[in-house]
């Protein structure tokens, strides 16, 4: 029963995850903003960890340990690709609309909470559903953060605020990855040791 309840949960998320990927990125090269995009590889990146959750429901403890530590890997990569397209608009300028900004980062806010309401029901159901629990989080301070940005762009006149949301984003989700590479390998080792008690 657990097993199905997560699947259901599972597939809600990845389905919005997945949708707001899209509609986010193109709104965020429309209206370049280096936040949009930001935020959208970090839906992407919440799409994959879905996915891979999903797979990782009908696992053994140990298949969900490495589904959990690919989870982490996926994030680093993404987190890396967002930094360097905020080094890229640094360089060769960009001009922001924050009106667009604001009300896509509305829309995936709402569409966040409901993924990470849904997700903390079973955050502590296995390694694999507390990277799900994490990264809901991380998506709604990114959320935050690009509204944030855009109405100090749209305050100030200044593409600044939108590369640092970008910045920003780009290193929570690192943070998020190297966070669920440390509970994978904790969760690593107290297999083992379970396994081979006198090891331990």
Same mark, same amino acid.
């Given at each position: ?6 699947? +259901? ?16 990125? /193109?709104? /965020? ?39 959990? %530590?690919?989870? /982490? ?5 993404? &987190? ?8 890229? +608009?640094?360089?060769? &300028? ?10 896509? %980062?509305?829309? %995936?806010?709402? %569409? ?45 006149? +200044? ?6 949301? &970008? ?9 998020? /990855? ?13 297999? +083992? ?8």
């Amino acid at each position: 029963m657990t097993a199905s309840l997560q699947a +259901r949960t599972l597939r809600l998320v990845l389905g919005i995850n997945a949708a707001m990927f899209v509609a986010e990125f /193109g709104a /965020g090269w429309f209206a370049e903003s280096a936040g949009l995009i930001a935020d959208s590889l970090d839906m992407l990146a919440d799409a994959f960890v879905y996915g891979l959750s999903l797979v990782a429901v009908f696992s053994t403890v140990g298949g969900r340990v490495r589904t959990a %530590a690919l989870s /982490g890997i996926f994030q680093l990569t993404l &987190g890396t690709v967002a930094l360097l397209e905020v080094t890229r +608009r640094f360089l060769v &300028g960009s001009t922001p609309q924050p009106t667009y900004m604001i009300v896509v %980062a509305a829309v %995936a806010l709402v %569409a966040n909470a409901i993924c990470l309401r849904a997700v903390a029901r079973h955050r502590d159901e296995g390694v694999h559903m507390r990277a799900s629990y994490i990264f809901s989080q991380n998506d709604v301070l990114a959320n935050l953060a690009v509204i944030v940005s855009g109405v100090l762009v749209a305050v100030t006149s +200044r593409p600044l605020w939108d590369l640092i949301a &970008g910045a920003g984003i780009g290193m929570l989700v690192l943070s998020g /990855g190297i966070r669920i590479l440390r509970a994978s390998a904790v969760a690593r080792r107290t297999a +083992r040791s379970e396994r081979h008690p006198d090891r331990s």
